[in-house]
């Protein structure tokens, strides 16, 4: 064993001398690692495609492996391309083109035309245009909800359908997929009989059925177990399960598998990543040898233990400590900002002055909207990744959109019978139809608000509704967005549904600089094309979503939106509740990647607002709290009965008088808020007298001088 651990040592140091390279010993570790199943854990900048690349390297000129026995799967189209260019710059085109680096869809392929080609079949033809897809589903779901969907809703049904496949899930299991709007489970079993119909498959059906292939029929199984001896697999935690399956068949009896990956960096759930191979590796591969990379060459000191801190904390991963080889840098900062919008205007005067190579990341696509029309407004550069722009044709934007065009035309039956059950005016069907092809006085809400079919909750509500619109075609945008959200019902319909509010602040944020509502929709339209461009390419100030940066760096890193129920999406669960600790653990994963794409510098933004923290800053930036102060500093409230200067404020008796100002704003249709009843309209003001309509469908009268006196009125912000 010792004379083979010399041989194998001397075979890797000629080797590393003859190719110029320069490893270190866990890297080296891992290069010579050739027979039987490994599994390569890479912290984020250890470089580890250079130990990939390296060990194909070695496997060749070494071990005299022939090139065309070894198959190197990629995540990407362009990870392939990009690592065979990179094999034949630093070991020789002649040895680089007879090696094979391929997608796992690309492998599939080949399965699917060696099947045809060895049992005289035909397979089913690729359905390869996505937007062909799209249209499908579009139609599919239009029949089954007897409406129109929006894009936002195909591209949801397109991701839920790649991770039903992926995951290779069972008919009970879809009835756990949930897509907005939608019987997924049956809108699925559709699809699919459509596409065996048409004699399709799509991008995923090519797993699928290469999958079927490899286990009925031998012959072809044993075809590319004899082709491909040796495996390798890059980006293995973003592998899914059914891609998994795939390649453990095609290991065979040899077993000679290399996975590269990280646990940790695992943050494709969503596309059906299965992190969990990696973690079960040593249970799935008897005898596989585990190695690590964990020493990062990308960041700071400061900048990789504070990320090392941080990833600890998941429960389902492996014992890794990542280590900095860089010298010391600056320490992770923490920018306090008052709120979400504050940030728009700091991150503005940065794209201004930026000179560095300065990343902004975020959770979602929507989180630039503002700044990038902030920054479009100021005529400011900025370079924009891979933006989706589904926001603009999601349902909360659509609703919303409808909403206000409703308010500049109160009698489109069309616009009304999309949104007249999501406004909380308990409208049945059979009325809103009834007042929506009617032909009369007024509105069609006016109509209905003298329907004596009708309730007088609903008749009420529909007075109120009509107010609402009156009033919101004189208001700002963001103050059109907020009426609607807290005063219209639409945001408790939101809250029924289960859908996210998220949309409605962005359109809200957006809505601060037009002048009215239906300023904000022209602008939405500008916006979505301006999305599109990108920006300018070469501009050193980056936009982009963590998922885009990953497999990037940048000197600077920004974290924006960071705060419970944007970034992380949800609140830390009940350890119990496994299915939501796996959805919280990769939202923590999420934040590390981002962290660590940073080289020299990483700020997280915080907000003072309470309604904004966030359980990662606070995890990253611990508040000591204030030791209680002496008794004698204390404030105290005297017993005894004195003068006005010893009792509490708050029991002297007010003036009954309007505040300046008061005259103006106490008006109909005037947005308010209420100590004890909460938010509010005014419905009807008689002099001193005010009625107003709360958000649970009571109406109260109120002494407006009186009820100000003592601070129960305050205007709604």
Request: include cysteine; glycine fraction near 6%; hydrophobic fraction near 35%.
């Amino acid at each position: 064993m010792t004379i083979a651990a010399g041989v194998s040592m001397a075979d890797l140091q000629r080797f590393q001398s003859r190719f110029g390279l320069s490893l270190n010993p866990q890297q080296q570790a891992a290069v010579e690692s050739v027979e039987g199943p490994v599994l390569l854990l890479a912290v984020p900048g250890s470089g580890k495609t250079t130990v990939l690349v390296s060990r194909v390297g070695y496997m060749v000129y070494e071990k005299q492996i022939p090139p065309e026995q070894i198959l190197t799967v990629t995540y990407t189209v362009s990870a392939a391309r990009d690592m065979k260019a990179r094999f034949c710059r630093s070991f020789g085109q002649e040895m680089g083109s007879r090696l094979e680096f391929r997608t796992i869809n690309g492998l599939c392929s080949r399965v699917i035309r060696t099947y045809e080609r060895l049992l005289g079949r035909q397979a089913f033809s690729l359905l390869e245009d996505t937007g062909a897809q799209g249209a499908l589903l579009g139609e599919l779901c239009r029949r089954q909800q007897k409406e129109f969907v929006p894009e936002s809703t195909v591209k949801a049904l397109q991701t839920a359908i790649t991770y039903a496949k992926n995951q290779m899930l069972t008919r009970e299991e879809l009835e756990t997929v949930e897509v907005e709007g939608v019987d997924f489970p049956a809108l699925f079993q559709t699809y699919d009989q459509t596409l065996r119909q048409r004699q399709q498959m799509d991008y995923d059906d090519q797993m699928v059925y290469a999958r079927q292939i490899l286990l009925r029929y031998p012959e072809v199984l044993a075809r590319f177990q004899d082709k491909y001896r040796y495996l390798s697999v890059d980006e293995a935690q973003d592998t899914s399960k059914i891609q998994h399956a795939i390649l453990d068949l095609l290991a065979g009896q040899e077993k000679n598998i290399f996975l590269v990956g990280d646990e940790d960096q695992s943050i494709y759930g969503f596309r059906a990543a299965y992190p969990q191979a990696l973690t079960q590796f040593s249970k799935r591969y008897q005898g596989a040898k585990v190695l690590y990379l964990e020493k990062n060459y990308r960041s700071t000191p400061q900048i990789v233990e504070t990320a090392q801190n941080f990833i600890q904390k998941n429960r389902d991963r492996y014992p890794k400590h990542m280590e900095a080889v860089r010298p010391a840098g600056l320490a992770v900062e923490s920018i306090s900002l008052a709120n979400r919008r504050a940030q728009y205007s700091y991150l503005m005067q940065v794209a201004q002055d930026c000179q560095e190579e300065t990343a902004v990341l975020y959770r979602d696509n929507e989180s630039a909207l503002p700044l990038i029309d902030l920054l479009v407004r100021k005529g400011i550069s900025y370079r924009c990744r891979q933006v989706d722009s589904a926001f603009f044709t999601s349902r909360v934007v659509q609703d919303i959109s409808n909403i206000i065009r409703f308010a500049q035309d109160p009698q489109s039956s069309a616009l009304f019978l999309n949104i007249y059950y999501k406004l909380g005016a308990g409208i049945r069907k059979k009325d809103a139809e009834e007042a929506a092809t009617q032909k009369g006085k007024g509105t069609i809400l006016e109509r209905l608000a003298e329907n004596p079919q009708a309730s007088a909750f609903t008749r009420r509500q529909c007075r109120a509704l009509q107010t609402h619109l009156d009033h919101m075609l004189l208001e700002p945008g963001d103050k059109a967005v907020y009426r609607i959200v807290r005063f219209m019902g639409y945001g408790e319909y939101l809250q029924r549904q289960g859908m996210e509010s998220g949309k409605a602040q962005i359109l809200e944020s957006l809505g601060t600089m037009e002048k009215s509502p239906m300023d904000l929709l022209r602008r939405l339209g500008e916006l979505e094309d301006l999305v599109r461009q990108g920006g300018e390419p070469d501009c050193p100030f980056v936009l982009s979503t963590i998922h885009s940066s990953k497999g990037l760096e940048y000197d600077r890193v920004i974290l924006m939106d960071v705060a419970d129920g944007i970034f992380p999406r949800t609140g830390q669960p009940e350890p119990e509740d496994e299915e939501a600790w796996k959805t919280w653990e990769e939202e923590r994963r999420l934040f590390y990647v981002a962290m660590t794409r940073a080289r020299n510098r990483l700020q997280v933004f915080r907000f003072r607002h309470p309604e904004m923290e966030s359980t990662f800053s606070q995890e990253i930036f611990p508040v000591k709290k204030p030791s209680r102060a002496p008794a004698a500093l204390r404030p105290t409230v005297s017993k005894k009965p004195g003068t006005m200067a010893q009792r509490p404020a708050a029991l002297e008796k007010k003036p009954q008088v309007l505040p300046a100002g008061a005259e103006q704003y106490y008006v109909k249709g005037a947005a308010l808020s209420h100590r004890r009843f909460g938010p509010g309209i005014i419905a009807d003001r008689q002099g001193d007298l005010v009625t107003v309509a709360f958000l649970d469908g009571s109406q109260r009268t109120f002494s407006l001088a009186a009820t100000l006196g003592l601070g129960q009125f305050a205007p709604e912000k």
